[in-house]
C-alpha cells in the first residue's frame, strides 16, 4: 500500500465502526521492522472488535463533489453505501459507520466511485453462489448508522441454511453494468456450472477473480465470464455443487487479480502463510473447484487472501518473468 502523509486510512472493523487516521499519524519504520501496535494507533477500538479492513484514501475522495463511497458488506449478506463525505471529520473515538442485526458482522470494506465509472459489486458467500449487480443499484444512504439493503440472499442457498459471505469485490467493469439483465429472475438465478464451457477462458485475458478454497485449491475466473443481474438474488454457481452438498469444501476468500505477475498471499487459521505467483494459479470455469494450491492439515483451513501487485512488493521478490 502506497501512502501519501496528507492521505487517509479507513480501518473498518467487524462491529461496523470506523475509524481514520491520516499518513502522517503512523510512524515511519524501516522494512523489518515490527511496526506499531493499532491498540496504540486506534485507542478507541475495543480488544475484541476484530479489523476487517484497511482502506487508503486521497483527501479529495472525502469532497461530496467526488461521489466516492464506502461500501459494507456483513456476513449475513447486506450492503451499504455511504458517500466519503459523512467521514470527513471522524473523532479518535470512531464513529459507527452502520447498524447491525443482532449476530451479524462486517466481513469486507470496499470503495466505489461516480455512476460513471461502471463499477460492479461482487459478493461471493461460503457455499460458492456470487451475485453480481451493479453498485449504482445500491442507494447512497445518508445516514452513517442505517442498516443497508439486502446484497446477497443467503437464507436458502441450496437448500441449506448455513451459508454466510465470505468476501466481496467492487470492480470496474462498464461491460458488466451493461449486461444486466433486469428481467432475471429466480428460475435462472443460480446459472448450471457448465454455462461457461464453450468459452476459450485463456484467451480472454484479466481481470480474473480468485476464488480459494477452505482446503487450499484455487482458480482463476475471467471476470468477463460473470454475467450482472439484478441485487437481492441467491447468485451464481462458482463451486460444483456436488462439493457443496457434501459439506465437504466452501469458498474461504476470494480477491481481484490484474495482473498475472501479481503475487498471491494465502493464510490459514493455525497461522500457515504461503506466496504463490499468480500465473502458477489455472484459468478455470465459473464452476470448477480449482487445483490444489496448498496441503492443509485436517483441522486446519484457509481464512485469508491478499494479492500483492508486480512492482508493489517493497522487498524487491515480487514474481516476474525473467
Given at each position: 500500500m502506497r501512502l501519501m502523509d496528507h492521505d487517509r486510512i479507513l480501518f473498518v472493523t467487524k462491529t461496523g465502526k470506523l475509524f481514520v487516521l491520516r499518513g502522517f499519524e503512523i510512524p515511519e519504520a524501516s522494512r523489518n521492522a515490527l511496526g506499531s501496535p493499532l491498540v496504540d494507533l486506534l485507542p478507541g477500538r475495543d480488544s475484541g472488535d476484530t479489523v476487517q479492513a484497511i482502506l487508503p484514501?486521497?483527501?479529495?475522495?472525502?469532497?461530496?463533489?467526488?461521489?466516492?463511497?464506502?461500501?459494507?458488506?456483513?456476513?449475513?449478506?447486506?450492503?451499504?453505501?455511504?458517500?466519503?463525505?459523512?467521514?470527513?471529520?471522524?473523532?479518535?473515538?470512531?464513529?459507527?459507520?452502520?447498524?447491525?442485526?443482532?449476530g451479524d458482522e462486517v466481513v469486507e470494506a470496499c470503495l466505489c466511485g461516480p455512476e460513471e465509472r461502471g463499477e460492479v459489486a461482487f459478493v461471493v458467500a461460503s457455499d460458492g453462489?456470487?451475485?453480481?449487480?451493479?453498485?449504482?443499484?445500491?442507494?447512497?444512504?445518508?445516514?452513517?448508522?442505517?442498516?443497508?439493503?439486502?446484497?446477497?440472499?443467503?437464507?436458502?442457498?441450496?437448500?441449506?441454511?448455513?451459508?454466510?459471505?465470505?468476501?466481496?469485490?467492487?470492480?470496474?467493469?462498464?461491460?458488466?453494468?451493461?449486461?444486466?439483465?433486469?428481467?432475471?429472475?429466480?428460475?435462472?438465478?443460480?446459472?448450471?456450472?457448465?454455462?461457461?464451457?464453450?468459452?476459450?477462458?485463456?484467451?480472454?485475458?484479466?481481470?480474473?477473480?480468485?476464488?480459494?478454497?477452505?482446503?487450499?485449491?484455487?482458480?482463476?475466473?475471467?471476470?468477463?465470464?460473470?454475467?450482472?443481474?439484478?441485487?437481492?438474488?441467491?447468485?451464481?454457481?462458482?463451486?460444483?455443487?456436488?462439493?457443496?452438498?457434501?459439506?465437504a469444501d466452501?469458498?474461504?476468500?476470494?480477491?481481484?487479480?490484474?495482473?498475472?505477475?501479481?503475487?498471491?498471499?494465502?493464510?490459514?487459521?493455525?497461522g500457515v502463510i504461503n506466496r504463490i505467483s499468480a500465473k502458477d494459479i489455472s484459468v478455470q470455469s465459473r464452476g470448477a473447484r480449482g487445483t490444489k494450491l496448498m496441503k492443509i492439515d485436517a483441522q486446519d483451513s484457509v481464512v485469508a487472501v491478499t494479492v500483492v501487485p508486480f512492482g508493489d512488493d517493497p522487498t524487491g521478490s515480487g514474481s516476474s518473468d525473467e
Open positions: 484514501a486521497s483527501p479529495e475522495a472525502f469532497d461530496a463533489d467526488e461521489q466516492s463511497s464506502l461500501v459494507l458488506v456483513t456476513r449475513g449478506g447486506t450492503i451499504k453505501r455511504t458517500g466519503l463525505s459523512q467521514f470527513e471529520n471522524v473523532k479518535a473515538s470512531g464513529v459507527r459507520a452502520i447498524g447491525l442485526k443482532e453462489l456470487a451475485a453480481v449487480y451493479p453498485i449504482n443499484s445500491v442507494r447512497e444512504m445518508s445516514s452513517r448508522t442505517g442498516q443497508g439493503v439486502r446484497g446477497i440472499d443467503v437464507s436458502r442457498h441450496r437448500g441449506r441454511d448455513d451459508a454466510t459471505v465470505v468476501g466481496a469485490l467492487v470492480v470496474q467493469s462498464p461491460a458488466l453494468v451493461e449486461s444486466l439483465d433486469a428481467e432475471a429472475t429466480e428460475a435462472d438465478d443460480t446459472d448450471d456450472e457448465g454455462e461457461d464451457a464453450g468459452l476459450s477462458l485463456a484467451s480472454m485475458g484479466g481481470p480474473w477473480v480468485l476464488f480459494v478454497t477452505r482446503q487450499g485449491h484455487a482458480k482463476r475466473t475471467p471476470l468477463g465470464v460473470f454475467r450482472a443481474k439484478g441485487r437481492n438474488q441467491k447468485g451464481v454457481v462458482t463451486l460444483p455443487r456436488k462439493l457443496i452438498d457434501s459439506g466452501g469458498i474461504a476468500a476470494v480477491a481481484i487479480i490484474r495482473d498475472f505477475q501479481s503475487d498471491v498471499l494465502v493464510s490459514t487459521r493455525n
